[in-house]
């Protein structure tokens, strides 16, 4: 049988199950540093910490859950991991460098029932949600790669952006964060985790309401009824009347920003007119809304879908900016290998099943 991710335990749940097997407090503090500071790779390297205690993470616990299937180098320093669970479902995980630090883009769920029409990840629907565990596990695996570089680099920022909904797994999301924003472990700041979701209202409002400082992203792509659920059959549930009440809900409730995730898909959402529509609907919302505009990477399975022409990005960039709407252009990464979400990983299952 698999054992569970030692990942996966925050550290007040690593220290009850400890004491509830009679060893001391001050073990866990051990266990965890060895896991998050010193980064070990095997319990048996945990020397300092008793033998019975290791021999007992050894037999409860896995300390490797993912194995890296593909890894993908691109000339811009990005790197695409596609990691093999223990049950052979394969996840995407990316490194990205920017100015401001190194940033991950981890998955939450294999594959994803939303069904986003433009997304390489929703061509393969939902088999699972990952644990915790698996989710800790891929910034681990990102860092333990920074580390054999021996450059002292560090994961400095997450996005929740992967394949899958955070949000359809929102408890084991919500551990994740804890685990990951554990001072006394990778200590990456929460302002600096963003949470992306399609749009469930319920869940944002929940969301709020953790009082976790971390940023939340919204897929909008569109700022009408008719063309979103064209876009994203989750309108058709959810519509943007219910999202801009979510909206409103979250930023009295945390007084942060949110952001608006916007991919640009030629001749589809990308005129003036919808430029307009959005400034329209976020009009009173001033400092607390956050436009990115996403330029779309084409996958071979949407060829309805095409990139923006240049000049019609900008178009809707300067309306957005008339407007008073803050919003920026998103920088591309990893453009020579796999970008797309979700398209290494199609990819290989494809390859794997003689397609
Ligand atoms: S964009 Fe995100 S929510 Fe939509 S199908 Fe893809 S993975 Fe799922």
Known sequence: MNKPSIYGLTSSQLESWLLERGHKKFRASQVWDYLYRK????????????????????????????????????????????????????????????????????TTQVGCNIGCSFCASG??????????????????NVQHHLDSKGENERVSHIVVMGIGEPFDNFDNMVDFIHIVTDYKGLAIGARKITVSTSGLANKMKEFADTGLQVNLALSL???????????????????????????????????????????????????????????????????????????????DEHSQYQRSDQEDVLAFYDTLKKRGINCKIRQEHGTDIDAACGQLRSKQIKKAQGE
Request: net charge negative.
């Open 123 to 140: 061509l393969l629907a939902k088999t699972r949600d990952l644990s915790s565990g698996e989710i800790v596990e891929q910034i681990m």
């Open 221 to 299: 792509h569109a700022p009408n009824n008719e063309l979103r659920t064209r876009i994203m059959k989750i309108n058709r549930a959810i519509p943007i009347e219910k999202l801009m009440e979510a909206v409103d809900y979250y930023i009295e409730k945390t007084n942060k920003r949110i952001t608006l995730e916007y991919i640009l898909l030629r001749d589809v959402n990308d005129h003036v007119e919808e430029a307009e529509q959005l400034a329209d609907l976020f009009a009173d919302k001033g400092k607390s809304v956050y436009v990115n505009l996403i330029p779309y990477n084409p996958v």
């Open 39 to 106: 980064r070990v790779t095997a319990f048996e390297e945990m020397t300092d910490v008793k033998s019975e205690c290791v021999d007992l993470l050894v037999e409860h616990f896995s300390i490797q859950t993912l194995e890296v299937h593909v890894k993908q180098e691109s000339a811009d320093g990005t790197v695409k991991f596609l990691f093999r669970l223990q049950d052979g479902n394969l996840i995407e995980t990316v490194l990205m460098r920017h100015k401001y630090g190194l940033s991950v883009c981890v």
